[in-house]
């Protein structure tokens, strides 16, 4: 009945529908039956009966040994137990539940059918999880790291709510003769299984008097939607920036901030500090956090923001922020901004907004619960369609081959190699030991300009980065920017850098200003693109056109950005 299919087997092997739902049907007594398949040499037979074994639900503590077995079986044949540990989930009773946990802890995830046995025993694996965190002597690190997994599913999935395990979690976190591990997965995972702000409290106190666990104790706060876990996240805002990091930890705080919702309201204030951040991004994330807490405090501030020419993505944030806080009084501001802004689907995003607060409609999310990630950034998938523009549409002014450079199999920028900046960062240097050592680590640039006495170049590689230097004769002087590069122009007395990148769901884009002074170069943000730079040239001494994924667009030093008209 079941195929003997030669070759590389997937997921729950190959078997004809009908011969599946008859073999589920004899539930408990095919347990032996199948469990013999499971012990033959073919592939797909083994696959199929583990698989139905994994789904006979009238199982008991008497059936735990044969599972154990199968599954025995399983890791000796394959190097993993297979389907059929979600079958103990069924089994239940000590035996199963001390087994399951040694297993979490060897496999060290729950993204598997571990996880799904677990789920099954719902309230029931609770005490065997703390029991199986219980370590006095040594344990690692990645042995619990599928204990959070667990609990994340248990609130995920099956909604278990336990104040009593959840006080026993944090008795062990507590207990110092306990492995150090154990402890802060212990006091993280508290969230999962409650809400009780009494136990928030206990929590938030603890990690007070103990700073080393404040990391896993906002884990718990964060989960348990605690505003005394919003104390705590705030506190990680900086308005210091580390230049040579790749991670906006703000972003991260921001975003968390604003997962929290209204629990996060009372820290408000603290956020509302970052509208006039120097960091664009910090301004951004700000604004859509202040609308996602719901504080209306924010509302005569924001209302100052929908109107910037200069960073559409800080006007949208704003919009959407008072769209989050739903005050009607916002409308004609918001209206004036559909009518006016130089970017055409901002203006149809705030006409949109409009329609809804005039409706009483609440921001509605285009993604699932569980992806709000991609709804804090949805800004940078605002886009105009299909707008794209050609040398036919503006032509090139060219510029002289001793004013600017391009790379290319010409080798013309060899001259301008450089070791790659990456490498002397002490972060970056020690883990890329293997190529920072080696010749593939100098960079040739895409491109050269001239820029007074000395040479700025530029180089774009993708999701690997990107930079702007400095050169003065055949020497790297100076790293300007850790950005993607697209192209550089030299305006007047100002060199303008067009930067940016569009990788998986990320799509951002810059103008910045370079200017040379006596005490040195200065670089800051001129204009937000909108999107990431593909193509851009000159199209007058004061004029170029950028194709960016998010549309094309004419910018000049003077009138600032404006919509390029495509054929």
């Known amino acids: 009945m079941i195929p003997a299919i030669e070759g590389k087997v997937w997921g729950a092997g190959k078997v004809d529908d009908a011969v599946r739902d008859k073999l589920k049907s004899f539930g408990r007594d095919a347990l032996l039956p199948l469990a013999k398949l499971t012990g033959e040499d073919n592939p797909n037979r083994r696959k199929v009966a583990d698989s139905l074994i994994a789904d006979i639900k009238d199982l008991n503590a008497n059936d735990f040994s044969i599972i154990q077995h199968v599954i025995q079986n399983n890791i000796e044949l394959n190097g993993g137990g297979g389907w059929s540990y979600g079958a103990l989930g069924y089994v239940g009773g000590d035996d199963a539940g001390k087994y399951l946990v040694s297993e979490l802890k060897r496999v060290q995830s729950a993204s598997n059918q571990i996880g799904t046995a677990f789920n099954r025993l719902g309230v029931e694996g609770i005490p065997y999880l703390i029991e199986g965190l219980r370590c006095y002597g040594y344990c690692s690190e990645e042995e619990f790291r599928g204990f959070r997994e667990v609990f994340y599913n248990y609130q995920r999935w099956t909604k278990v709510a336990d104040d009593q395990s959840a006080m026993q979690l944090f008795s062990l976190a507590k207990n110092e003769k306990i492995n150090l591990h154990a402890r802060h997965t212990a006091l993280s995972v508290i969230g999962y299984m409650t809400v009780n702000p009494q136990i928030a409290n206990q929590i938030h106190q603890y990690a007070e008097k103990n700073i080393e666990f404040s990391g896993s104790a906002l884990m718990a706060l964060q989960n348990m939607k605690s505003p005394l876990g919003a104390k705590l996240l705030v506190r990680r805002l900086s308005r210091e920036k580390d230049e040579s990091s790749i991670f906006d930890s703000n972003l991260l705080v921001f975003r968390d901030l604003s997962e929290m919702g209204e629990a996060a309201n009372s820290v408000g204030g603290d956020v509302m500090a970052y509208l006039n951040s120097e960091s664009w991004e910090d301004r951004i994330h700000s604004s859509l956090t202040l609308g996602y807490i719901g504080y209306h405090e924010a509302v ?3 209302l100052k923001l929908i109107s910037n020419e200069v960073d559409w993505q800080q006007a949208y944030a704003a919009i959407k922020a008072l769209h989050l806080l739903a005050d009607n009084s916002t409308v004609p501001q918001i209206e004036k901004v559909a009518n006016t802004h130089w970017y055409k689907p901002l203006r149809e995003f705030a006409q949109k ?6 409706a009483n409609k609440d921001h509605e999310s285009e993604y699932h619960p569980n992806n ?7 800004y940078q998938q605002l886009r105009e369609e299909n707008h794209t523009c050609d040398k036919t549409d503006y032509k090139m002014v060219s510029e002289p081959v001793e004013a600017k450079r391009y790379g290319g199999r010409e080798k013309k920028l060899d001259s301008f190699q450089y070791k790659n900046p990456m490498c002397s960062s002490d972060e970056y240097g020690d883990y890329y030991k293997d190529y920072c ?7 040739i640039p895409s491109l050269a300009v001239k820029f007074g006495e000395k040479w700025l170049t530029g180089d774009n590689r993708g999701e690997w980065g990107g930079e702007l230097i400095a ?9 300007l920017l850790n950005e993607n590069i697209e192209d550089v122009y030299v305006l007047g007395e100002y060199a303008y850098v067009i930067t940016g990148l569009a990788h998986m769901s990320s799509n951002n884009g ?31 001494d004061d004029s170029i056109l950028i194709n960016t994924v998010s549309g094309a667009v004419i910018f000049n030093p003077s009138d600032g950005l404006k919509m390029a008209n495509c054929k």
């Open 300 to 302: 005569p501030e924001l």
């Open 353 to 358: 907004v409009v329609v809804s607060i005039k």
């Open 372 to 378: 709000f990630a991609y709804d804090f950034l949805d």
């Open 437 to 443: 050592t080696s010749p593939e680590s100098f960079v």
């Open 471 to 479: 050169f003065a004769g055949s020497e790297a002087i100076e790293t």
């Open 510 to 540: 810059l103008i910045y200003r370079l200017e040379h002074t006596d005490a040195g170069y200065s670089i800051e943000p001129f204009y937000r693109l909108p999107g990431a730079p593909r193509t851009s040239w000159k199209i007058s």
